[in-house]
């Protein structure tokens, strides 16, 4: 990670520790699903107990600086982007993945991340926010279909469940989506 000692072990060790509840999603999370890993330079982070988990973080990584913006505590190394803890205060989605997701071997530690249909809601949701850049929501839909064309067996009931949770018929959009990819069209992000 741009030779960096920031990883989702290590992070999720430090919440862990910090007895957090958290589940690692973004990037590292659809890597695991995807099949074609791809490089990422922060570890996005959903987290229950905000305080706990922020001095958790401070305290491993106390050379980084932080910066709050809505729904979230935004960790930065010089000018990348390196832990980002999620809270779930406006988020139902969120608020379902950190009591639907499971647990992976990473190195030597075990960290949570979504269950498959999880991640794809949440790069969904990505794809949705007004906020995000255009081309991070670019990135969102290559991550979102590789690890569509990855996995045959998705839940489309479950993943149309926690597209609902996205906004107003999440749930037909997003599994339209899915659709878009194994026949080969064009995504509308």
Known sequence: MCGRKISPSVVGRALRDARVSYVIVGAHASNGYSGRPRATA????????????????????????????????????????????ITTSQRPLCRRLLKENRSVRVGSERVRIPRLEGVLAMKFEAMRLSERRLHDKYQDACDFARVVEANEAIDLDALGHLGDLVCARGGVKVTNLVEDVRAGRRMEI
């Open 42 to 85: 922060d570890v996005d982070v959903i987290v229950r107990s905000v305080k706990r988990a922020e001095s958790a973080i401070a305290t491993r990584y106390p050379k980084l600086s932080v910066r709050r913006e809505f729904g979230m505590i935004r960790f930065i190394d010089g000018t990348l982007e390196a832990v980002d803890l």
